[in-house]
């Protein structure tokens, strides 16, 4: 079965601190990958895709995510923390089979503490 | 440039009752797909719609039906509603319904709340 992972349900850092959110999936074939955040009684906002291009994805607000396909992830992280990034953090993934279906994780809540 | 947009957005019924969600696409994009995101998950894939048509469905009840109108826009219909129905509704539009890396944009969503 096709399925999305996200270790860590809360995440906490510190403002200035390394960001780090995990993500892995199912399935040895590689799916096209992508992170959204979602702040407070907001919609799903795009924050990078995978598209097969380069294993390092470089996204909005300082995020970046690196393919993995040897471990089947698609870790996302940012070098220092800003309040600001404080939200819910997705990832999805589309399988070629899945057509435009995308399976989320269940997010990570990133809280930043001054 | 407009981005999606959905209503209404907070709605609230009691069990039984039926609703329906309103959701129009960025201009140009002829994909709408439907999700419910229950508090604490992440969103579930319902419907996606291209050219008036079905083209997915997820593992949703025969309650839950949509349908897409000839300017793109689209409807969720929910009947008989139950309290587990209660979530917030996700339109997302997208340029085709081929999948790949096409994003899909994400509306405000509709709160919906069955009491």
């Known amino acids: 079965a096709q399925s999305v992972t996200q270790l860590g349900s809360h995440v906490s850092v510190s403002e200035g601190a390394l960001v780090l959110l995990r993500c892995n999936y199912s399935s040895s074939v590689p799916p096209y990958l992508f992170w959204y955040v979602q702040y407070p009684n907001q919609g799903l906002q795009l924050l990078l895709k995978y598209t097969s291009a380069a294993t390092l994805v470089k996204g909005i607000n300082g995020f970046e995510a690196e393919f993995k396909k040897s471990e089947t992830s698609f870790h996302l992280t940012k070098p220092s923390a800003h309040m600001s990034d404080a939200a819910e953090y997705f990832c999805?993934?589309?399988?070629?089979?899945?057509?435009?279906?995308?399976?989320f994780g269940r997010g990570t809540q990133l809280t930043v503490w001054p | 440039d407009a981005g999606v947009t959905q209503s209404p957005t907070h709605l609230i019924k009691t069990r039984g009752q039926q609703v329906t969600l309103r959701c129009s696409p960025i201009s140009g994009h002829k994909s709408v797909s439907w999700y419910q995101q229950v508090l604490g998950q992440g969103p579930q894939f319902i419907f996606q719609y291209y050219e008036k048509e079905e083209r997915g469905r997820g593992n949703f009840p025969d309650r839950f039906s949509a349908r897409q109108f000839p300017n793109y826009s689209s409807e969720l219909n929910v009947n008989a509603l139950l309290l587990g129905d209660s979530a917030l509704y996700l339109c997302?539009?997208?340029?085709?319904?081929?999948?790949?890396?096409?994003?899909?944009?994400f509306g405000p969503g509709t709160r919906l709340t069955v009491l």
């Open positions: 997302a539009s997208s340029l085709s319904a081929s999948g790949g890396a096409d994003t899909q944009y």
């Open positions: 999805a993934v589309r399988w070629g089979s899945t057509l435009g279906r995308l399976y």
